[in-house]
């Protein structure tokens, strides 16, 4: 019986490794660099969570002290995530208004619409860069451009904006929500998806602008809306080039413009701390995680899509 069961589930099996092997090669380069190159160094810095090691001697087992301290004892922490956390409420909001109000006024079919969205789309491209974060560096120092038109314009001394603390992170907040372009992209592919035929009847019935922005283009743009604010979170919690570069590395003046980031960096590579790194990391995986979880978990209060019922 075994020698029939054999040689009828062979060619089947025959079948299968001879239909599915040339997927299997063409999916081996990302799978060997997906095990190597992210599921080995995360399941790498997890044990190392756990450790006390500085890249100079072997790592030893603390267990759960990282953790301990980063809680009790860690000052520094609180208020990376406090900068974090007020970065990220300031910046999301103003970027996707931003960039919702200028894809409007894109949808309206003004004369050269293909060459202001590529135009807009640009600091998206280049915002995150070095060389971006050392030109906001310049326009907004004591003697930089910014001062210089507020005296010609209004007689204005200004002040150096990046080394004042009660100033600083505002700065990077206006820096990231000048790279509105990748959620304008999207938002207007969302309104170009909406029927005309809407704001039409919208019209005859009365309904001024303003409500049929709230009472069509809101609820018709909501998944797309979504997604934007899922996206940006996540973006702006991951946030280091313009903190690192304006600050000089140092999340300065007074750690107003300290990252959640940018300290993990410090902790990591100025005192090599990898083990207390590495949980910081963590953390900021699960805080991540948390975020997106809740905000899935009420969208389904705000976000309707065309198939339900």
Known sequence: MNGVRKAQTSPAR???RDEDLP????????????????????LASLGLAFTKFDLLSPPQWIGVDNFTFMFTQDQRFWNALRV????LLLEVPL????????????????????LYRALFY?????????????????????????????????????????????????????LA????????????????????????????DGATRWKQFWRITLPLLAPVLFFNIVFQTIEAFKAFTPAFIISGGTGGP???TLFYTLYLYQEAFAHFRMGYASALAWVLLVIIGVCTTLSFLASKYWVFYEDER
């Open 14 to 16: 025959s079948r299968f």
């Open 23 to 42: 997927g299997y090669l063409f999916m081996a380069p990302w799978i060997l660099g997906f095990l190597l190159f992210t599921l080995g160094p995360t």
């Open 84 to 87: 974090t956390f007020v970065y």
């Open 95 to 114: 970027k996707l208004a931003f960039a919702l109000a200028i894809a409007m006024a894109m949808d309206k079919g003004i004369r050269g619409g293909d």
């Open 122 to 174: 640009v600091p998206s491209l280049l915002g995150g860069s070095v060389a971006i974060a050392v030109l906001w560096r310049q326009l907004f120092q004591g003697d930089g451009v910014v001062n210089q038109v507020l005296l010609w314009l209004f007689g204005v001394q200004g002040p150096s904006w990046i080394s004042n603390p009660e100033t600083s992170l505002y700065t990077l907040v206006i």
């Open 177 to 204: 929500v000048w790279q509105f372009g990748s959620p304008m992209i999207i938002f207007l592919a969302g309104l170009r998806q909406i029927p005309a035929e809407l704001y039409e009847a919208a019209s005859i």
């Open 254 to 256: 007074v750690d107003s």
